[in-house]
């Protein structure tokens, strides 16, 4: 070998972030929000395992959770100038392309195989190229989970009983519209603020899936938690779409075959996981627990639709085509 194809082969290797040169692995970081036990948290360490056990000497994905590598808003930056190379937007995508604000339609997704029928016959055509006009190449879609409200100043059956509370939301204005139309402050806040936030009162609750709850451990700071089910929130494996120009395209190829067959686990996953965690929450005594009245919150949802087929050039289109995959075997 000459020099000059040894300098090559050094550049090429920095330029891929490959920290350990003997072995020529490419160390890829993800970053999530969530506590471990999240949704997002679990179904991360099970793409990073398969990954790295079938790019085993080529690939290794080491996974951060609780915000270690940034918030939700910092992650989608850092993916933009490559210096994290994975993450799972959830909620924040509808602030890049207000088409994912779709996600945001209180009960519109009926359940999780109607989930996984939009993801395979919508999302894909219709909502990734979307971001990745934006910059954020998305290569899988995982779950965040089913969304529920937790507040420290009663049960919430109806939306009135949310009137005036300082609720707490991700990043997204379709949640900040929703919550408004019931009655609610909402307030975006991140979610490595949230806990301290809850517990020294600046909100009153926030709203999230079970196992965000318990994995933050926000049930030892809040009173009520009430099932409302507004939403199913998925989250989105993500990758900048420069720093991925940047992979050896066998292995781009492979990783998002990867990614593509954890999908059906995130959904089994999170479906088991709602089962266990409320059992949990239950056992512990933490939080009083109520269902909320599903058809009261459907009907204080219809201004959010409304809204929606406003703002969002084909938002109605969209929501249609939708409620057309709610059917088994649609
Ligand atoms: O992707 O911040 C939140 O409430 C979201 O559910 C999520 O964990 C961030």
């Given at each position: 070998m000459t020099l000059k194809p040894i300098l090559l082969a050094l550049a090429l290797g920095a330029a891929l972030g490959v920290t350990n040169a003997s072995a020529q692995v490419i160390e890829l970081k993800l970053g999530n929000?969530?506590?471990?036990?999240?949704n997002q948290s679990l179904v991360a360490e099970e793409f990073a395992k398969r990954v790295n056990e079938k790019l085993a000497g080529k690939v290794k994905v080491t996974v951060f959770n609780?915000?270690?590598?940034?918030n939700e808003r910092e992650l989608l930056q850092k993916l933009k100038i490559g210096t994290v190379d994975i993450s799972q937007p959830s909620t924040i995508m509808s602030t890049i392309?207000?088409?994912?604000?779709?996600?945001?339609?209180?009960?519109?997704?009926?359940d999780r195989a109607h989930v996984a029928r939009f993801v395979d016959k919508i999302f894909w055509t219709d909502l990734a190229p979307k971001a990745e006009a934006k910059g954020y190449k998305i290569i899988a879609v995982y779950e965040n989970g089913i969304r529920h409200i937790t507040n420290n100043k009663r049960p919430i059956d109806?939306?009135?009983?949310?009137?005036?509370l300082k609720i707490r939301i991700p990043k997204g204005v379709w949640r900040q519209n929703m919550f408004e139309a019931y009655g609610a402050v909402p307030a975006p806040m991140e979610f490595n603020e949230l806990f301290v936030a809850l517990q020294s009162g600046v909100m009153d609750g926030q709203e999230n899936p079970l196992t965000n709850i318990y994995g933050a451990k926000l049930n030892e700071v809040q009173k009520y938690l009430s099932l409302t089910a507004h939403v199913y929130t998925p989250s989105f494996l993500t990758v900048g779409t420069e720093r991925w120009a940047k992979l050896p395209a066998d292995i781009r190829t492979d990783i998002e075959k990867i990614a593509k067959e954890v999908q059906p686990w995130a959904l089994s996953s999170g479906e088991k996981e709602d089962v266990e965690v409320l059992d949990k929450l239950k056992k512990s005594g933490s939080i009083a627990i109520n269902t909320a009245n599903r058809d009261a919150f459907v009907a204080a949802s219809k201004s959010v639709y409304e809204l929606f087929d406003k703002e969002v050039p084909g938002g109605k289109a969209l929501v249609e085509k939708t409620l057309a995959l709610a059917k088994e075997g649609s």
């Open positions: 929000t969530t506590a471990a036990g999240g609780n915000s270690q590598l940034g392309s207000p088409e994912f604000g779709v996600f945001d339609m209180p009960y519109l997704l009926k109806t939306p009135a009983d949310l009137k005036g």
